[in-house]
C-alpha cells in the first residue's frame, strides 16, 4: 500500500485489530484498532530476533513526522544500535525525570536556606509567580521562550527582574548539581530597565507615616517592625529576622550576628529610648516567642521581609504619600543622620564597611559615635511625630 494521508483516512475498523503496511516501507506500518484508532509502527529483527515500536498515533503524528521517526530508527540499526530500546530508555528517563517543584525544593534545601538570608522571598517567588505556572513541567522542558511569557504576566516590572534572577540562580544551580548539561538562561537581559532609587520620606511624609499605620489594618506587629526599621535604619530583613537573643543590656544593644549581616560583619547597634520603647511593645505582643517580630501565624518563625514591603505598598492610600518601599526608610534615617553629625558614625550605623586598609589599621568600635548618630535622629524623629507618651 502507497501511503498518503487520504490512503490512511480511508482505512477503516474491523472487528480485530489489522496492520497495513506501506510499500517497500521496511517494515514501516500503520495499525488500527476496533475503535478506529490509527497508531504508526515499525517492525524489525534485532540481533535476529524480531522487534516492535510505536511512532504515536495518526493524525497527531503526522504521516511526514512518523517518516523522519522512522528513518532515525533505520539508522540506529544499521549502526548496531537497537531503536526501541533507546525509546524505552528516553522514555524512562523522561519519567523519572525531577520536575520544576523537585529543583525548587533542592534549590531551597541546598542553597537557599545554606547561603542566603533572604532565602524566604526566593520561597515567596516559587509559590507566587513560578509553580503554578510551571509545577507539571519538567526542568528539561523550560526554554528560553517559556520564562520571557511566564515573565510578561508579572505586572510589576522590579518583581519581574528579581523573579528572572531567581529562576537563573536555580537553573545555575540545576547544571551545578546535574540535573541539567546547561541553562538555557545564559546572558539573557532583565525584562525591566531599573533606575538607581533616591527616595526618601520628607518630615511631612514621615508624620503621614507614622500616623497612618495607626490608622491603618495593617497587623500590630507589622506596624511596630516598621516603625522599629525607621528608628534604627536596619536593612528590613534584620528587623524582621531579630532574636530576643540578639538584645542584651537591658534592651540597649542589638548585637546582629555576622550570619544575619549583608557583609558577614556582626553589628552592635546601641537602642534609643525610642526604639527601646517599640520593643516592648512587641515583646509583650509576641508572648513567648524567640523573635522579637514573630509570624502572625507561627509564633516559632520570624516575620517574612515580604510581609514588610507588602504592608507598604498595599496601603499608600491609606498612608497618602507617594510610593515608598521599606528600604527607603532606611535610606531617609540615614539621610537625615547625616544631616544632624558629621563623621563616620552613621556608616557604622548602617554597617558600611570601609576598605581593607583602613579596617585593618582602625579597629575602634564606634560605639559612642553609634549611639549620638541614633540618639539625634530619635529626638529629630520625635520632633517630627505629634506628641506622644510612653507606653511602658
Known amino acids: 500500500m502507497k501511503f498518503t494521508d487520504r ?5 477503516k475498523p474491523r472487528p480485530q485489530r489489522y496492520e497495513a503496511f506501506e510499500d517497500n516501507g521496511k517494515g514501516f506500518a500503520i495499525r488500527i484498532s476496533p475503535k478506529s484508532r490509527k497508531t504508526w509502527i515499525f517492525l524489525y529483527r534485532f540481533n535476529k530476533r524480531p522487534r516492535r515500536m510505536s511512532f504515536g498515533t495518526y493524525p497527531s503524528v503526522s504521516l511526514a513526522m512518523a517518516h523522519k ?6 539508522a540506529q540499526l544499521e549502526q548496531g544500535i537497537d531503536p526501541g530500546a533507546v525509546k524505552q530508555q528516553e522514555s524512562a528517563r523522561a519519567r523519572t525525570a525531577p520536575t520544576i517543584p523537585d529543583l525548587a525544593n533542592e534549590y531551597m534545601e541546598f542553597h537557599a536556606k545554606k547561603k542566603k538570608r533572604s532565602w524566604r522571598e526566593d520561597q515567596r517567588m516559587l509559590d507566587v509567580y513560578v509553580l503554578p505556572k510551571w509545577k507539571k513541567l519538567k526542568v528539561g522542558e523550560i526554554k528560553r521562550r517559556g520564562l520571557v511569557l511566564l515573565l510578561d504576566d508579572i505586572d510589576a516590572p522590579v518583581q519581574a527582574n528579581r523573579v528572572l534572577a531567581l529562576v537563573r540562580k536555580m537553573f545555575n544551580f540545576a547544571v551545578d548539581r546535574g ?3 546547561a541553562t538555557p538562561f545564559t546572558r ?5 530597565e531599573e533606575k538607581e532609587r533616591g527616595r526618601t520620606l520628607t518630615p511631612d511624609e514621615i508624620k503621614a507615616f507614622w500616623n497612618g499605620l495607626d490608622k491603618s489594618n495593617i497587623e500590630k506587629r507589622t506596624r511596630l517592625a516598621l516603625k522599629f526599621l525607621l528608628v534604627t535604619a536596619q536593612r528590613s530583613i534584620e528587623v524582621s529576622d531579630a532574636a530576643r537573643s540578639e538584645i542584651g543590656l537591658r534592651g540597649r544593644i542589638w548585637t546582629i550576628p555576622a550570619s544575619r549581616t549583608k557583609n558577614g560583619y556582626e553589628h552592635r547597634l546601641p537602642l534609643p529610648d525610642l526604639a527601646v520603647e517599640l520593643l516592648g511593645e512587641a515583646y509583650a505582643l509576641g508572648g513567648d516567642s524567640v523573635y522579637v517580630f514573630p509570624d502572625k501565624k507561627n509564633g516559632t518563625k520570624s516575620m517574612n521581609e515580604g510581609t514588610l514591603r507588602q504592608a507598604v505598598s498595599r496601603n499608600l492610600a491609606v498612608f497618602g504619600i507617594p510610593q515608598f518601599t521599606p528600604h527607603d526608610l532606611r535610606r531617609t534615617a540615614s539621610t537625615m543622620m547625616r544631616a544632624l553629625i558629621p563623621g563616620k558614625g552613621v556608616d557604622k550605623v548602617l554597617n558600611h564597611i570601609p576598605p581593607k586598609l583602613e579596617r585593618t589599621y582602625d579597629r ?11 540618639e539625634k535622629w530619635a529626638a529629630k524623629l520625635q520632633s517630627i511625630l505629634p506628641q506622644r507618651k510612653a507606653r511602658w
Not at 7 to 11: A, F, H, K, V
Not at 69 to 74: I, L, Y
Not at 364 to 374: F, G, Q, S, T, V
Open 179 to 181: 540535573i541539567l548539561e
Open 69 to 74: 521517526r522512522h528513518a532515525k530508527a533505520m
Open 7 to 11: 490512503s490512511i483516512r480511508s482505512l
Open 188 to 192: 539573557m537581559k532583565l525584562p525591566h
Open 364 to 374: 575602634h568600635d564606634y560605639m559612642p559615635e553609634k549611639r549620638l548618630a541614633l
